[in-house]
């Protein structure tokens, strides 16, 4: 907080993320995560700074089977750069240990115990003193085009694979959140998404996690053409439809909204190594971006008498899928820096 900035709630938060999401021996090198922190730590706007980092449970970063001394080395680490930790990512997918949510048995059990390990580090770090907010995010881990074989049938499966992923998170104290994105099967689409949180029914427990990038394409029916909100050949001409368009897909989601990533999108997809194709994640000022990223942003932390919801302790930049180019650039941080911050500043508060 500074006399220009008031508001110190949300806490702004970078994810240590982009250095490993779409890297690999099919794309760039990975980028570590101590290169990742410096990188956050050396970003400044106006005096203010990253209070925090989101990180992904997965080697190099860190392993989903970390033992008690790492952990310990781990908070030491991030404590000594003056950060905290936010959300986590458990690696549920199968080439990372997990299996789909909508698999066989053995898959589905997979799934669950990534779910539980990721949930184990989370508590640790809470009780380390060093993660004071956040949640554990997870998706479907499976692809849309095997869902669309048994749309209802494959959603059930998820949802109870879910369940038992709720288990695990109340039993470490923790809440789940699950990602709004297009290339994740029985997620990829709002209203399927509303549908699958619904089935789980575990409101307290597993929430939605929305990132800018990815939502935008939820208005466009991109893999799901039957739940566009937005008319079929949309050319962005129209401001005011494609307002409308974000008030609907926003009222539909906010409600579940636990966790939220501030981002940029220019309506196309991308896809980097073995990631699939979804949101491509711009950067604040790319002339093709197509969110105002201020305004679009109170659709998810105001309420709809239009007051800050104050449900959102943390924000987080997710980057995923730039260029290591792009990400070693001091530019970019203090670029994205001064775009969460202009968010806090419309729609944060001050405690």
């Known amino acids: ?3 220009t900035h008031q508001n110190n709630w949300p806490k702004l938060h970078n994810a240590a993320w982009p250095g490993l999401v779409g ?17 956050t730590v050396a970003a400044e706007v106006d005096g203010v ?3 925090g980092i989101d990180l992904f449970l997965f080697d190099p970063h860190v392993s989903i089977d970390i033992d008690d001394d790492g952990l ?17 990512v458990a690696p549920v997918w199968p080439p990372t240990g997990g299996g789909s949510a909508m698999g066989g048995e053995s898959e589905r059990k997979q799934f669950v115990e990534q779910v539980r390990k990721g949930c ?8 380390l003193g060093v993660r004071p907010y956040g949640i554990v ?33 109340e039993q470490c104290g923790e809440r789940l959140a699950a990602e709004g994105e297009i290339c994740w099967g029985g997620m990829h689409s709002w209203r ?15 929430g939605f996690q929305a990132d800018m990038a990815h939502t935008l394409l939820y208005t466009m029916g991109y893999n799901a053409p039957e739940d566009r909100i937005l008319p079929e050949g949309f050319g962005w001409d129209s401001p005011q439809t494609f307002e409308a368009a974000y008030r609907q897909l926003t009222a539909a989601l ?26 491509r994640h711009c950067l604040p000022g790319d002339p093709n971006g197509k969110l105002d990223i201020v305004r679009e942003a109170g659709y998810w932390l105001r309420d709809d008498a239009g007051q800050p919801t104050r449900k959102i302790r943390h924000i987080c930049w997710d980057g995923c899928m730039f260029s290591n180019e792009v990400m070693h650039r001091p530019q970019t941080w203090n670029s994205i820096l001064a775009a969460m911050l202009a968010v806090r500043d419309a729609h944060g508060w001050r405690e």
């Not at 580090?121 to 009780?127: C, D, H, V, Y």
């Not at 399927?192 to 597993?206: A, F, G, N, Y």
């Open 137 to 169: 995010r997870i998706d479907s881990a499976c692809g849309v085009e095997d869902w669309y074989k048994d749309p209802e049938g494959n959603q059930k499966k998820i949802a109870a694979t879910f369940r038992e992923a709720c288990d695990m998170a």
């Open 72 to 88: 310990k080395r781990l908070a030491d680490k991030v404590r000594a750069k003056g950060l905290v930790v936010g959300s986590v």
């Open 254 to 279: 906010r409600p579940w909204t636990i966790d939220f990533h501030v981002a940029q999108n220019d309506a196309t997809v991308k896809g980097s190594g073995s990631h699939d194709k979804t949101g």
């Open 120 to 127: 184990r580090i989370a508590a640790a770090l809470r009780k």
């Open 192 to 206: 399927r998404m509303v549908q699958l949180l619904e089935m789980v029914d575990r409101p307290k427990t597993l």
């Open 49 to 51: 700074k990253f209070e």
């Open 23 to 39: 890297k690999g021996p099919d794309s760039e090198p990975p980028i570590d995560l101590d290169t990742m922190l410096d990188l």
């Open 1 to 3: 907080m500074t006399a």
